[in-house]
Every structure is written in C-alpha cells, then in structure tokens.
C-alpha cells in the first residue's frame, strides 16, 4: 500500500481524503471537503472543490477545475483545460450557490481536451466527448459526442475504439482492438456479457 503523493507546491487542505496511490502534481488545490479514490492523477494546476467526488484511477489533466456538485465515478478521463460548470445562469452580482446543478461522469467516460460540460448533465459509462465539443444535454453510455453544441456522432467501445454501429436501429459491432462484443437496441448500446 503506497500513500498519496503530494508535489510540495501542491495545496491539500486539512479534512481532504486522498486514497492510495494518488498523485497529485505541481500547484494543485484541492479543498477540505473533496474525497479522491485511489491511484488518480491530478495535472498541473488543477483545482478540486470541497463537495466532490472522485472514484479510483481517475486521471485529470493539466488546467481543470472541478467544481463543487461534480461526481467522477471511476476511470474517468479529464482531458487538457477541459471545463465543468456548476450554475446554469451566472451573474457576478447574483449570488446563486444554493442553485448548483449535479454532475454526473459515469465510470470510464473520456471527456476530450478543451471540451465544456453544462452542469446538470450525466454523461454515461465509457461515453466519448470529442476535444472541444460542448455537452448540454446527457449523454448514453457509449456515446461519441463531438461539435457546439455536441451532438452524437456514433458509438465507442470500452477499450476507446470506434465502434461500426449505426445512431440507431438493432445491430452488433465488436471492438477492434479487444474483439468484444457490443449490441445496439432501443437506442442503446450494451457489451455482451458484461
């Protein structure tokens, strides 16, 4: 069992909870309420917020903020300067922390360089959000969302392989690179057997 690793310009406040294994790079913050799993990776100059929650071997790149009212369920990926919101409406003059809308990363989601999540939003499990694209609406597990405003543009495996699968209808696809299987219905993709 190996302890937290913590760069010593990187801010931790007390009452932060940082499983194993994590580490936590140059000038990062993270606040006293944030609870991290185990074996995540935060970027340079990331910012965590006190009511957040991060699942086991998340990995966040360099510029995130995340801000309170987001959950990162586990193996989720924050790509490069990727940016979460938490009010729908903001004003500097208005105060409306007590308006913070939920977000929701479902385990093995990849959220692409640059990409923008409205808050309020649940991207689902191993979803693809394309570098830049802007999600206002949810997402379905195993979507690829790509443009502004992001819009689904087909289906990716768990390995993080484009799957031949059509937006919709019934079909099955396997991934390219493990071979497993995934089937579209009812608008949905499933993994066979898993």
């Given at each position: 069992?190996?302890a937290?690793?913590?760069?010593p310009?990187?801010?931790?406040?007390?009452?932060?909870?940082?499983?194993?294994?994590?580490?936590?790079?140059?000038w990062?913050h993270?606040?006293?309420?944030?609870?991290?799993?185990?074996?995540?990776s935060f970027?340079?100059?990331?910012?965590?917020?006190?009511?957040?929650s991060?699942?086991?071997?998340?990995?966040?790149?360099?510029?995130?903020?995340?801000y309170?009212?987001v959950?990162?369920?586990?193996?989720v990926?924050?790509?490069?300067?990727?940016?979460?919101?938490?009010?729908?409406?903001?004003?500097?003059?208005?105060?409306?922390?007590h308006?913070?809308?939920?977000?929701?990363?479902?385990?093995g989601?990849?959220?692409?360089?640059?990409?923008?999540?409205?808050c309020?939003?649940?991207?689902?499990?191993?979803?693809f959000?394309?570098?830049?694209?802007?999600?206002?609406?949810a997402?379905?597990?195993?979507?690829?969302?790509?443009?502004?405003?992001?819009?689904?543009i087909?289906?990716?495996?768990?390995?993080?392989?484009?799957?031949?699968?059509?937006?919709?209808?019934?079909a099955e696809?396997s991934?390219p690179?493990?071979?497993?299987?995934?089937?579209l219905?009812?608008g949905r993709?499933?993994?066979?057997?898993?």
């Open positions: 069992m190996s937290a690793s913590i760069h310009t990187a801010i931790v406040d007390a009452g932060a909870t940082l499983g194993e294994g994590t580490r936590v790079w140059h990062v993270i606040c006293a309420g944030a609870r991290i799993g185990r074996y995540c970027g340079q100059n990331v910012f965590v917020g006190n009511d957040v991060v699942g086991d071997n998340v990995k966040v790149q360099n510029n995130v903020s995340i309170d009212a959950t990162l369920e586990d193996d990926f924050c790509g490069p300067s990727m940016v979460f919101t938490n009010v729908y409406n903001p004003r500097a003059a208005v105060t409306r922390k308006e913070y809308r939920r977000t929701l990363v479902r385990k989601a990849t959220l692409g360089a640059n990409c923008t999540i409205i309020g939003v649940t991207i689902g499990e191993y979803a959000i394309a570098a830049g694209a802007v999600v206002r609406t997402v379905p597990a195993y979507a690829l969302m790509a443009g502004v405003p992001a819009r689904q087909g289906w990716m495996s768990e390995h993080g392989e484009r799957l031949q699968l059509p937006l919709s209808g019934s696809a991934c690179s493990t071979g497993a299987v995934y089937r219905s009812g993709v499933t993994r066979a057997g898993g």
